[in-house]
């Protein structure tokens, strides 16, 4: 889980899932890996959930939710934020990708917003 890999690097890090069974099996992973005082994971609504108290943002969407994601990420970000998509790009139309890097079938796309 990226919440467990975070810690790792020092960071705490908050999870957002609509599934409750992905939140609770990300909070047992946490535990058992010793990092549950510096994760956090919710259960909450994406859509609902304002992203701008994150400056680092890590997205594990589907495809279908990526063109509306962009659009959102566009209004709740600044150009200090980071952001990595994993498996799927955010919408071209919205967001120029700073980098990739290509792993097989677990390509991430990493964004920050234009400073013009």
Known sequence: SSGINAE???FTAHGI???IWLVLYSRLR???AGTSSRTKFYRADLWKTDLSQYNSI???G???MMSDLSVKLK???TPQTDI???RFPLDPEVWDTHSMIEDGHNPLWRYKQDTD
């Open 84 to 86: 990595i998509s994993s």
């Open 75 to 77: 209004k709740e970000t």
């Open 58 to 60: 890590i997205v594990f």
């Open 17 to 19: 899932e609509l599934n």
């Open 8 to 10: 790792y690097g020092g």
């Open 62 to 64: 589907g495809e279908s």
């Open 30 to 32: 946490s535990l058992l």
